[in-house]
């Protein structure tokens, strides 16, 4: 029987207690486990995820959860999970590497989804008020110094959208049009030029995790945390800047590296770099333990999150959707230096520490990868039940002062070949949001 | 209705997770860990010089091109061909070229390349800790045929791959006839990490220093840390090996061009070309593998560098009498890569159970193509093998695969 965590909700205590886990396949128990373990470092929404399985699985008799589970137990014993070295308390590169190659996987992973599906349908049942949506905005930026191709920068949307001209009035051309649409403008108190962010705030579900900024740079981090500093608006959102994890990716990589040595296998560095203490790398506004431990979930995943700001950004947003459902969720691309001569194959490395020409900045594929990033940012929402209706997705380009916008019939802007005034803009996805 | 709860996703992005996902932040421990995987028998000097005097079996020498996980949409697709020059327009009117190869195995870099060689779906581990389950490419000629093993060559940048790639399990063929292998990036790695080591980074801005530290790498205390497997393993390379490396280093670092892995791959293969002519030669290219990364540019960069030094390699054929005339070149990428907006995060890796990821295209120029076409009639991958031994003249064996019939001898 697994030590239960004193914080979870008192009726899963119980179901746990009961002998809930003793009830799920081997295959769950590594997810289930781990989720338990780490209660902590969920967001409300994960919680209610794991919640909702496992008071489906509670509600059943032994008979229904059988038969709930007949599938997948049947594939796990074609696949000979009982005979692997399979860890059932947590989630491994080895389990994953041995269920990846197993003939039986993808009717392994139908199965899975067969049970969720179950278990969300027992949510609408019960709880038929549990999927209320509320307005949500998606906010991305290629900023000024990625140039685009005004012909063909749209073109991998494939029109789900439109292309809106905008006008982008001086005071933005310093703090950038994104940081002019989120943060207002500092020295104005009327109403009407206050930014997104404040209109998230007010609204009555606010919460860090329903706001998140995420730059691949510093510039809007350091515009959104000096506005925050002035600010007792809350609640704060949350707030990751590439470059003020600097600290923290560096040490972490140095950790891996001092590990190299001894590695003996894959999970053996997974293990380190999961149990290392990170606290002392975490800039103020990742010290709250969900944030921290997203960070290094996000690192530890990879998808390039380590090694390109930009890559940070697309991935980071789309584990920020999959697991905190943000009403608003903000990311700015920004520029990566080209690789250096000789250190292309050791990517990973610092290439400053590799080779130590100078480095050379490179917009042009900054921008390419700017492009595809953003749109991957948006496909990763449309996965979510939550930003299939009532959601708003602008994407910026400032280089050809356009927006392209996909917005639900509710929403007021309509397509126009004037340039639309960033004003008007922020007005409008200011009351989109409240 | 929640359509993806965390566990499915989760199930996706880390339950799941094949290893090079995680690779990206921590792929050169592995290869270190890879590189102890060395084995082999000792008489590296007398195998080298024991070159076989004549092409064993029909003569016919195969080149196996594999580039990495690559979708249509960035090839062979309309908005893609910008990016392959070379195969649309120099290869592609001399080819067979077959629009759809199918990988209907594990799309992970040492599996997808293991039946490929093997001509049977591999399912073993995705890190090289072991060898293909049936014999590869390699081991039926050298054993059918009596080939000398430096008639059977692997060269590759992938890193995902091991020296177990050069030989299978099986108990009736295994390491006695395996091909040799060499990884040339890695030998980039440990000069870099050398240099790094040792104080001297200032070497990587230099050319001339640089020959000097991947020379310096090579010579090591032991060139087993590069995960190579070369005329059997021993603390020392054979000299005429180490000779056509160092040649390969020199063009590489001298050539005042572009310095990826890919590269240096092409440089080694073109130095083993012209020192063994080997009857069959394997290479495996990855600088498309940049998307890992999450870069696009670089992804596509890799993808021309390599439509490139395909279009290279398939010069140098021509040109070297060893192979001009005699010889079929075959160019096809492992898998695809994932689509876009699938929880797998598109084109940064191959692992959706999609037809982006599943089907790809295979290219064939030379000696066994007896008219270019366009055949549609998809294949599978596990075909090339049995397709490949059958023009060496190899009796066939069991496979999943089987032989293709547009190839003559």
Request: charged share 20%; hydrophobic share 40%; with cysteine.
């Amino acid at each position: 029987m697994p030590e239960i965590p004193a914080d979870l909700p008192i009726e899963l205590q119980h179901a746990i207690a009961d002998g809930l886990l003793e009830r799920l396949p081997l295959t769950f128990l590594p997810f289930v486990q781990q989720q338990l373990r780490e209660w902590d470092f969920l967001f409300p929404n994960e919680h209610k995820s794991v919640q909702r399985l496992l008071l489906y699985v509670a509600s059943l008799t032994p008979a229904q959860s059988a038969a709930l589970f007949s599938d997948v137990v049947q594939l796990e014993e074609k696949m000979g999970v009982r005979t692997w070295q399979f860890s059932t308390t947590e989630q491994t590169i080895q389990n994953s590497s041995l269920l990846a190659r197993s003939p039986y996987f993808q009717q392994w992973r139908q199965a899975v989804q067969a049970v969720f599906n179950a278990a969300d349908a027992y949510a609408i049942r019960t709880q038929p008020n549990a999927a209320a949506t509320r307005n949500r905005l998606v906010l991305l930026d290629i900023p000024g110094h990625l140039p685009v191709e005004r012909a063909t920068v749209w073109d991998r949307w494939q029109g789900i959208g439109f292309a809106q001209p905008v006008r982008i009035p001086d005071a933005a051309r310093t703090s950038g049009s994104l940081a002019f649409l989120l943060l207002g403008e500092p020295d104005h108190d009327a109403a009407s030029s206050t930014g997104v962010l404040r209109a998230s705030q007010q609204h009555a579900e606010a919460a860090p995790a329903q706001a998140w900024i995420i730059d691949a740079g510093d510039s809007l981090a350091q515009a959104a945390l000096r506005r925050l500093a002035g600010s007792t608006a809350k609640p704060a959102p949350t707030l990751l800047g590439y470059k003020e994890l600097d600290a923290y990716r560096q040490k972490f990589s140095q950790q891996m590296n001092s590990m190299r040595k001894d590695l003996a296998d894959a999970d053996a560095v997974y293990d380190r770099l999961r149990s290392v203490d990170v606290r002392p790398w975490c800039p103020p506004e990742v010290a709250e333990p969900s944030v921290r431990e997203f960070v290094r979930s996000l690192f530890l995943s990879g998808n390039g999150a380590v090694i390109f700001g930009n890559s940070f950004v697309e991935w980071g947003a789309s584990e920020a959707l999959r697991r905190a459902r943000p009403a608003l969720l903000v990311a700015q691309f920004d520029v990566r230096p080209r690789p250096k001569p000789f250190t292309g194959v050791a990517v990973f490395d610092n290439p400053d520490q590799v080779n130590p020409l100078p480095s050379v900045d490179d917009p042009q594929g900054s921008s390419l990868d700017a492009q595809m990033l953003a749109l991957y940012i948006w496909l990763a929402a449309t996965r979510y039940e939550e930003y299939q209706h009532a959601t708003v997705c602008v994407c910026l380009a400032d280089s050809i002062a356009e927006a392209y916008v996909i917005a639900p019939p509710e929403f007021a802007l309509t397509r126009s070949a004037d340039p639309l005034p960033l004003e008007s803009l922020r007005h409008q996805l200011s009351a989109w949001l409240a | 209705m929640e359509t993806d709860s965390s566990h499915r996703t989760r199930d996706d992005t880390a339950l799941v997770e094949p290893p090079e996902a995680f690779v990206d932040i921590s792929k050169r421990n592995f290869l270190r860990a890879a590189g102890l995987l060395v084995a082999g028998s000792m008489l590296p000097q007398l195998c080298a010089q024991q070159e076989a005097a004549s092409t064993p079996g029909s003569g016919h020498k195969i080149i196996v091109v594999i580039i990495g996980g690559v979708r249509r949409a960035e090839t062979f697709a309309p908005q893609g061909v910008q990016n392959i020059p070379h195969l649309t327009r120099d290869l592609l009117p001399d080819a067979l070229f077959f629009p759809h190869a199918r990988n209907e195995g594990v799309t992970a870099h040492f599996n997808a390349i293991a039946s490929i060689l093997t001509g049977n779906w591999q399912r073993v581990d995705d890190w090289g800790k072991l060898a293909p389950t049936t014999p590869t490419l390699f081991e039926q000629f050298r054993k059918d045929l009596g080939a000398h093993r430096s008639e059977t060559w692997m060269v590759a940048s992938n890193k995902a791959l091991t020296s177990q790639i050069g030989a299978s399990s099986s108990a009736q063929y295994g390491e006695a006839y395996g091909a040799n292998v060499v990884f040339p990036k890695q030998l980039m790695l440990m000069a870099v990490e050398e240099a790094l080591r040792g104080g001297r980074t200032a070497s990587m801005a230099d050319r001339a220093k640089v020959q000097a530290e991947l020379e310096s790498a090579l010579e090591g205390s032991n060139y087993e840390g590069l995960g190579w497997n070369v005329f059997d393993a021993s603390d020392q390379l054979d000299p005429r090996v180490q000779g056509s490396i160092k040649s390969a280093i020199a063009s590489f670092v001298r050539n005042d061009g572009p310095t990826s892995g890919d590269e240096l791959t092409f440089y080694m293969t073109r130095e083993i070309m012209r020192k063994f002519a080997p009857s069959v030669l394997t290479v495996a290219f990855s600088d498309v593998e940049a998307a890992h990364f999450g870069s696009f540019a670089m992804h596509l960069a890799g993808i021309r560098t390599i439509d490139r030094l395909a279009w290279q390699l398939w010069q140098e054929v021509q040109q070297n009498p060893e192979y001009r005339g005699k010889t079929t070149m075959f160019i096809l990428p492992e898998f695809g890569r994932d689509p876009d907006g699938s929880s797998t995060n598109g084109f940064f890796n191959h692992r959706a159970n999609e037809e982006s990821t599943r089907d790809s295209w295979m290219m064939a120029l030379g000696a066994a193509v007896d008219k270019p076409q366009v055949i549609e009639r998809p294949i599978r991958h596990v075909d090339l093998c049995p397709t490949f031994a059958g023009l060496l003249g190899c009796r066939p064996i069991d496979a999943q695969g089987v032989r293709l019939g547009e190839f003559h001898a």
